[in-house]
């Protein structure tokens, strides 16, 4: 009886600290509960900003188009104004307005490919196409970032003979952000 009347007490007292109420869609509090709503940006810096957008990012569309993108977008600014597209469609005409998929690589990208070598702020698809397919990919944080090690095993001549070589090249949102040898 007492486990029954304390029951009975905490929902009475609970209902009276939890109140739901409508808003109507003109409220300012009704536009600041939406998802899409503006982010306040006073007093915060970019980085701050783009991560406020990236975490609008719901559906997995939406993820995978910003996961694919990431290595294409210049910086920061260039990543805020992708995320402030409200809709799936409107960032895909943004791609292509900026011809993001054909942007030309550096001349001295394309070097380093013909050389068989890599460089600062290549995308993965330059790493392949210059080295091959890693061995293995780790991932680091949210897949989402593309913050990824690839590791490479090649073998190299030595005074002994053939032996492996490690290389492990460092990505940072899609792009070579710098790379280590171990023999």
């Not at 975490?55 to 402030?84: M, T």
């Not at 409107?90 to 490919?113: F, G, H, M, N, Y």
Request: with cysteine; charged share 25%; proline share 5%.
């Amino acid at each position: 009886m007492k486990t029954i009347l304390f029951v009975m007490v905490s929902l009475v007292f609970l209902s009276g600290c939890f109140s739901i109420r409508t808003l109507p869609e003109h409220s300012p509090e009704f536009q600041s509960a939406q998802p899409d709503s503006p982010i306040d940006i006073s007093n915060i810096d970019g980085s701050d900003y783009r991560k406020k957008l990236e975490a609008r990012l719901h559906s997995r569309q939406d993820k995978e188009l910003y996961s694919k993108v990431l290595p294409y977008l210049k910086d920061d600014a260039e990543r805020i104004e992708f995320l402030s597209l409200p809709s799936f469609s409107q960032r895909q005409s943004w791609i292509q307005s900026k011809k993001l998929w054909t942007r030309a690589q550096s001349s001295d990208e394309q070097q380093a490919v013909e050389a068989g070598d890599i460089a600062i702020g290549m995308t993965g698809d330059l790493v392949r196409r210059s080295w091959g397919e890693p061995v293995n990919i780790e991932g680091s944080g949210n897949p989402l970032y593309r913050n990824e090690r690839w590791k490479y095993i090649r073998n190299i001549s030595s005074a002994s003979g053939f032996k492996p070589q490690k290389r492990f090249v460092y990505f940072e949102a899609g792009r070579v952000a710098g790379w280590e040898t171990e023999n």
